[in-house]
T-cell receptor
Framework: DGGITQSPKYLFRKEGQNVTLSCEQNLNHDAMYWYRQDPGQGLRLIYYSQIVNDFQKGDIAEGYSVSREKKESFPLTVTSAQKNPTAFYLC???????????FGSGTRLTVV | GQQLNQSPQSMFIQEGEDVSMNCTSSSIFNTWLWYKQDPGEGPVLLIALYKAGELTSNGRLTAQFGITRKDSFLNISASIPSDVGIYFCAPQINSGGGADGLTFGKGTHLIIQP
């Protein structure tokens, strides 16, 4: 079955360490997205990619980096420059502009 | 920038009650999407609306795309325990420029009391 997979489900890191969150999809979707979710804040867009080897900053890109070397994969790195990295991170993909998104099940990152 | 307001922020209801939530914006949109997020999971698309005035049902769920194209509502009839979760609206402009990121409302947290 096609879907979008995020790993790991839970991640703990020490303050000052970079950490990379994985997102893989086998839906043959062109576009992929990363969102951050905090209580009471809804979903905020970090980065998105419409095609391979291209990506754009979203509303809260500072302290994050991404790559899109393969259509199936869109990893997110949370760098030490991100001041408040503890959050629930959601990856999504879509075929086109008018289609809804398919979301992964999320990664809960806790930085201590 | 556009303002997107989703209300209510949370709802505490009894099982069997009907639920109503809405989103309003200062901007005009071509598409309204409604998502549901179960605790600890990613959102799942419930209903998509593509035309002003459109009224669409999906089981106990009914959603409408406002005539002004600036708002939408979602109703849930006869709520059951599995309706618990966070509901998000996500309007889209579809400007033809590519698959930009959706903007989501801040969500309506539905809690069903026993």
């Amino acid at each position: 079955d096609g879907g979008i997979t995020q790993s790991p489900k839970y991640l703990f890191r020490k303050e000052g360490q970079n950490v990379t969150l994985s997102c893989e999809q086998n839906l043959n979707h062109d576009a992929m997205y990363w969102y951050r979710q905090d209580p009471g804040q809804g979903l905020r867009l970090i980065y998105y990619s419409q095609i391979v080897n291209d990506f754009q900053k979203g509303d809260i890109a500072e302290g994050y980096s991404v790559s899109r070397e393969k259509k199936e994969s869109f990893p997110l790195t949370v760098t030490s420059a991100q001041k408040n990295p503890t959050a629930f991170y959601l990856c999504a993909s879509s075929m086109g502009q008018t289609d809804g998104y398919t979301f992964g099940s999320g990664t809960r990152l806790t930085v201590v | 920038g556009q303002q997107l307001n989703q209300s209510p922020q949370s709802m505490f209801i009894q099982e069997g009650e009907d639920v109503s939530m809405n989103c309003t914006s200062s901007s005009i949109f071509n598409t309204w999407l409604w998502y549901k997020q179960d605790p600890g999971e990613g959102p799942v698309l419930l209903i998509a609306l593509y035309k002003a005035g459109e009224l669409t049902s999906n089981g106990r769920l009914t959603a409408q795309f406002g005539i002004t194209r600036k708002d939408s509502f979602l109703n849930i009839s006869a709520s059951i325990p599995s309706d618990v979760g966070i509901y998000f609206c996500a309007p889209q402009i579809n400007s033809g420029g590519g698959a930009d990121g959706l903007t989501f409302g801040k969500g309506t947290h539905l809690i069903i009391q026993p």
